[in-house]
T-cell receptor, first 112, second 116 residues
Framework: DQQVKQNSPSLSVQEGRISILNCDYT??????FLWYKKYPAEGPTFLIS?????DKNEDGRFTVFLNKSAKHLSLHIVPSQPGDSAVYFC???????????FGTGTRLQVTL | GAVVSQHPSRVICKSGTSVKIECRSL??????MFWYRQFPKKSLMLMAT?????????EQGVEKDKFLINHASLTLSTLTVTSAHPEDSSFYIC????????????FGSGTRLTVV
């Protein structure tokens, strides 16, 4: 049972445009959400997170939006850059800090 | 869908003892599995790549003798933290890649290790 879903395995966006990566979850106990970025042959790197008490968190070109009623979060990257090409994972925690549930990832390709 | 089972989810051990963490791919074969470690509110850090039937590939700075990895079958990789110390307390996660290049990574649910 996949509690965190990233339904788009891949996404292609032109440089300079906005990239929107989506993530849905089913467990209403999740209250902390994270996005990770992963390059090939490297470990995932943390990008941005959001607590369930917020609906938006912004850090530079990255913004995460949380819609609790829809159990949906999204990551916006604007403007997209070629170096953003990577696999992006969303993850969720149930607040006990002992377990993270990850999505399966979305491969983003930013084209020139 | 592809499932990776990681066990145990939590473990508390005494300093000096060893702890084994198991990572199983339940409905696919995984010639390669990955072990990550995560500190609180920090990024996942790749520790090692586990290769079925051969030695694991460790990342720089990861002690091979401390974190023993065994990938004896196509569905099981184990990470043993030997002679554990409080600084080894962390969240360990394994993952595998069940499909082709456009298929996402499947992660285990993680193991919270606390060394007292």
């Amino acid at each position: 049972d996949q509690q965190v879903k990233q339904n788009s395995p891949s996404l292609s966006v032109q440089e300079g445009r906005i990239s929107i990566l989506n993530c849905d979850y089913t467990n209403s106990m999740f209250d902390y959400f994270l996005w990770y970025k992963k390059y090939p042959a490297e470990g995932p790197t943390f990008l941005i997170s959001i607590s369930s008490i917020k609906d938006k968190n912004e850090d530079g070109r990255f913004t995460v939006f949380l819609n609790k009623s829809a159990k949906h979060l999204s990551l916006h990257i604007v403007p997209s850059q070629p170096g953003d090409s990577a696999v992006y994972f969303c993850a969720a925690s149930d607040g006990t800090a002992s377990k993270l549930t990850f999505g399966t990832g979305t491969r983003l390709q930013v084209t020139l | 869908g592809a499932v990776v089972s990681q066990h145990p989810s939590r473990v508390i051990c005494k300093s000096g003892t060893s702890v084994k963490i198991e990572c199983r791919s339940l409905d696919f074969q995984a010639t390669t599995m990955f072990w990550y470690r995560q500190f609180p509110k920090k990024s996942l850090m790749l520790m090692a790549t586990s290769n079925e039937g051969s030695k694991a590939t460790y990342e720089q700075g990861v002690e091979k003798d401390k974190f023993l990895i065994n990938h004896a079958s196509l569905t099981l990789s184990t990470l043993t933290v030997t002679s554990a110390h409080p600084e080894d307390s962390s969240f360990y996660i394994c993952s595998a890649k069940p499909g082709g290049p456009n298929y996402g990574y499947t992660f285990g649910s993680g193991t919270r290790l606390t060394v007292v």
